[in-house]
């Protein structure tokens, strides 16, 4: 026996009798059956990328958080501190961590916390090393200074400290022996009466001169 029809079980329920065929009835219906079941899954989905956004959001968090912690403790206690046995301790325990992650994710579980924080260590190891290289760059393509002449520092900013530490230096550097010439002192002028009795002789001489030739 034939079960009731589309439009008998909407009548039943209070609702008008639809319009049309069974078919178009039935089609619509689908229709909208269809519409409702992608909508439902653009929520999931919507929901799905919410979350793995807030993850990943998390694990930048952790990464740069580590990485400043770790920052933090090396300006605090010195960064020689953060070696054991000439060992970096951050580097090894980043290296440790990362294992551990990535082993948690092969065998089917979460490792993805102990990754980010595995990379933050590792990162801050990484620039360490990178730093040392530098330095030992620069220290091979710079010459050596001359001996006995203190480098010339470089003063950052209003450091006082260093200032007076450069005036330590230029001030016992060798100098450099000077000899100082006595000027020659100006020759005194003649008495008045001496500059006289020389006018005189000269008017003297002048006349005997023009007798001698009258």
Partial sequence: MPGPTIAAVVESKGGTKPKGTPAKVAAALQATQAKWEAAKRAASNLRTNMKDTAMNGVHVAETQGTVLATEVAAGYFGEERLYVGGVDAP?????ATGLWGLYE?????DGSHQLAVGNGLLATAVGRLGRSIGRKLADRSGAPPAPGVPPNPVVQGDDVGALRRITQQHATAPRMPMLMTPAAEPEAAPPRADRKGKLLNWAKRLREREGSDE
């Avoid at 580097?91 to 290296?95: E, I």
């Avoid at 994710?105 to 579980?109: K, L, M």
């Fill in 91 to 95: 580097g090894v325990l980043g290296a």
């Fill in 105 to 109: 994710e092969a065998t089917g579980g």
